[in-house]
């Protein structure tokens, strides 16, 4: 199964690297000029769940994990990158290998340069968007081409109806329309291959300055209104203070947020988001007293799957998995009494795995 992962994109500067570090606490380098991001960094972000820690606190095991996301930070896009601008199609590449793209966008004002040399959240929006479009609008014409030329010998169905629905996605971007306004579910499956930048989930996020949490600027006004209009949901971080979050102990950083008034960090939000466009679910292991783990897994999968997510050894041997929702082990507050109380049930390979189980998996 290849992990999913989301890409972290947007243009020089407007601190991809710095939520990378927040998200993951890796060790990419942030510095104020653009393109120091040069090679790929990958990392691993936690994906806080409370369900866990409660989980934690019943069992007491010597360890806890929490599960994790891959977060890919991708680097700057810049105006003209679809015709190879500034690193442009290796750029371009990398994002296509994510499966979902966390766009990033300047609000913070200050001396650190832009690359257009003002701040202007949505102006920069629709620059990514434009080269994102024309990107994948140079492939669907090299496609086209090569599909027309079978035209003049017989040509399959399934071929015409992808003909069909790459003039219909051509017409969409040519138009500055998202395509998934135009093609139904079913098309979308018959093209998804094609790794089309225009058809990957979107998440949107605003770095926004310290000063922009008790009263934001005229470009986060305006952003929230374009995001409305638009109807896609924004999520607004500032990269410079989880950085510094992120390195602070932890008993600090409740205070800290205890004394700012913030309920949930926003990075954890911005986690949490990632996790759903993927459409991962969390299920839990407990073993024996020793560990209590989180792990994430595509929504829709099978108890099989999941007991491969654990240990290839445990898919192999497998034989049965007891099941219980979190919230009703925690209610009952012992698995054994659970089990007596008849409400784990077992569960066979072809089970599929549901948000919030705690599986206990039988093996040979
Ligand atoms: N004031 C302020 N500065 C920030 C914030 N986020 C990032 N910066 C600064 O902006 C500069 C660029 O940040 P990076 O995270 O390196 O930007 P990037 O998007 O990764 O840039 P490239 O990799 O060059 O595309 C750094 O000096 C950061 O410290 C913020 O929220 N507020
Ligand atoms: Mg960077």
Redesign the pocket.
């Known amino acids: 199964m290849a992990t999913l992962s989301g890409g972290i994109t ?10 990378f570090n927040a998200l993951t606490r890796g060790g990419a ?9 040069v090679s790929p960094n990958t990392g691993v972000a936690v994906l806080p769940d409370p369900r866990l820690e409660k989980l934690a606190n019943l069992i007491k095991p010597q360890v806890v994990t929490p599960a994790t996301i891959e977060v890919v ?1 991708v ?2 896009l810049i105006k003209g990158a679809h015709k190879g601008e500034g690193l442009g199609n290796e750029f371009l590449s990398r994002i296509r290998g994510v499966d979902v793209l966390i766009h ?1 966008v300047r609000c ?1 004002e ?1 001396k ?1 340069p832009h690359p257009e040399g003002s701040i202007d959240p949505i102006r920069d929006i629709e620059t990514i968007k434009i080269e994102l479009f024309l990107s994948d609008l140079n492939i669907i014409q090299r496609r086209l081409t090569r599909l027309n030329k079978l035209l003049k010998s017989p040509i399959k169905q399934s071929d015409k109806t992808i003909i069909e629905i790459l003039h219909k996605v051509e017409k969409a971007l040519n138009q500055g329309v998202y395509p998934e306004k135009v093609i139904s579910s079913h098309e979308y499956q018959l093209i998804k291959q094609e790794g089309f930048l225009s058809l990957k989930p979107v998440i949107y996020v605003a ?3 310290e000063e922009d949490i008790e009263s934001p600027s005229t470009h986060i006004r305006r952003l929230r209104e374009f995001a409305k209009k638009e109807g896609f949901e924004l999520i607004e971080v ?4 989880e950085m510094e979050l992120a390195e602070f102990p932890d008993d600090e950083r409740q205070s800290f947020l205890k004394e700012m008034g913030i309920k949930e960090r926003a990075v954890c939000k911005l986690a949490r988001e990632i996790a759903r466009k993927l459409n991962l679910i969390t299920f839990f292991t407990i073993t024996g007293g020793k560990e209590v783990r989180a792990w994430t897994i595509k929504e829709g999968s099978l108890a099989v799957e999941a007991a491969g997510k654990v240990h290839s050894d445990i898919k192999k041997g497998f034989i049965k998995a007891e099941v219980i929702d979190v919230e009703d082990l925690l209610e009952v507050g012992d698995f054994k009494k659970a089990r007596a109380e008849g409400k784990v049930k077992l569960e066979g390979r072809e089970y599929k795995v549901r948000d919030g189980d705690v599986i206990h998996f039988h093996f040979v």
């Open positions: 947007g243009l020089p500067n407007a601190g991809k690297s710095t939520i380098s942030v510095a104020d000029y653009p393109f120091c991001t930070d680097a700057g990033l913070f200050g650190i770095n926004i300055s500032c990269a410079q203070l």
